[in-house]
Structures are given as C-alpha cells and as structure tokens.
C-alpha cells in the first residue's frame, strides 16, 4: 500500500492567492477565447479572473460576446509550472446549475502519442449537485486513426462546498481522493500504452453549454464562482 511517506514532507509548490486583485503571472497564464462548441469567452479581464481574501475566483457572467452567450475564466500553469508523479491537492469549491461546467484537469506540457487527460474534478447538472466525474482519458493510433478510450468514476459530492480535491501519481498508478479518501485507483495495466510519464500541467476552467449543456442551459444561473483556496504539490521521493 501506498502512503503518505512515498512523497516529500514539504510542498515542492504552494499557491494561496495571495496577489491583491490580479493573478500571479509567475505562475499561471489565461486562456482568451471561445472554446468548441461551448458558449463561453475567456478572458483575462479582472472581472473573470482576480484574487480576493486568499481565494481565487473564476467568474462567470451573463455577458454576450460574439457566439458567446457569456464571459468566464479558464487559467493553466503551462510553460511555468508542471508536475511529473507526486500529489496535487487543490481545496475548492464549484458552481452548479444548468449548462455550468466547472473543471480541474490536467494535459501533457507537450502533445504526442500517446496522449493523456487527466480530469481531477468536473460537474455538469445532469448530476443535480450530487455528484462529480473523475475521468482518464487516452489517446493513441490504431490502424492509422486517433483513438481515444476514457475510463470515467463517479463520485457522490456536493461540489458546491468546499472539498479537498487529490491526484496522487505513482509511475504505475494514478489515484483519486477526495478529502483525503480514496475513490478511485487507475492502474498502467488498464491505460496501454500509459501516456503518464511525462510533464504535465494544470487547467482551472468554468465552461458553459457543450457537453456542460447536455441536460440544458439556463442563463438565470449567471453569476457563477469557482472559488480556489489553496493548491499544494509534493513530489514523489525517489
């Protein structure tokens, strides 16, 4: 069995927001833009995106933009920071309602096969705040063509409430807890050929509409929050 002595004592990284109003740039970069088929504009505007009392606040906001039928706010670490193995612990809280899709994942620093997703936490309302979606997700070629297989769990949870959200990784496991209970263990053996043994970094998302809207939309939710209080990440002793 594993435990908590297979990774360092201290956090390699801490993040608690404690910029006034703005986001730490050292740390994270903004996605500006439409997204698919979703309904959503990122931006990078203070209204979307800032730092308040020690919590980070992705807002979504009735808001036309083009297509858009809103404004939001999606950030990830690439190019700044990544992880390789270790735990990543990340409290937050999330906003439900119809066609909101609140997500904290994880993709390769760089793209190539095979390939890895790594879906940490994402709701949509079909689930009527009552439970959320751990997802692995994994992409390679067969016969010429990309395919991609996903191996989802559900989680019963109230992601309107603060939760402790966790990945540990092992180099032949990944395992998902939440606040501090394992629900799910994703072994090598399932995910050939295992794609989880390279850099990877962190995406902090509020989407709407696409498969966020598979059970309908409803502009009346706006505004919607999702509150981050803290991130750690402890390396995996050698």
């Not at 009735?62 to 612990?89: D, M, P, V, W």
């Not at 010429?144 to 297989?149: A, F, M, Y």
């Not at 990784?169 to 072994?187: C, G, P």
């Amino acid at each position: 069995m594993y435990a908590q002595a297979h990774f360092e004592s201290k956090p390699f990284w801490i993040e608690e927001f404690q910029t006034n109003q703005t986001l730490d740039t050292t740390y994270w970069s903004y996605t500006i833009g439409l997204q698919g088929k979703e309904l959503e504009y990122y931006t990078n505007k203070r209204q979307n995106v800032y730092c308040k009392s020690g919590k980070l606040i992705l807002r979504t906001l009735n808001e036309k933009k083009g297509k858009a039928i809103c404004t939001s706010g999606r950030i990830h670490t690439q190019g700044k920071i990544s992880f390789l193995y270790g735990k990543l612990e990340i409290k937050a809280k999330c906003p439900t309602g119809k066609g909101i899709w609140p997500a904290i994942w994880m993709i390769p620093e760089k793209w190539s096969l095979p390939f890895g997703e790594i879906d940490i936490m994402e709701y949509i309302d079909c689930w009527n705040s009552q439970k959320y979606q751990i997802n692995v997700h994994v992409e390679t070629r067969e016969n010429g063509k990309k395919v991609r297989k996903m191996y989802p769990k559900m989680v019963n949870a109230n992601v309107n409430k603060y939760h402790i959200y966790t990945l540990e990784w092992y180099k032949d496991e990944l395992r998902f807890l939440l606040d501090n209970k394992i629900y799910y263990t994703f072994h090598k053996e399932e995910g050939k050929p295992w794609p989880f043994d390279k850099p990877y970094y962190l995406i902090l998302n509020v989407a709407y509409g696409g498969w966020g809207g598979t059970c309908g939309i409803d502009e009346s939710i706006f505004p919607c929050e999702m509150k981050v209080d803290w991130i750690k990440y402890y390396k995996l002793k050698e």
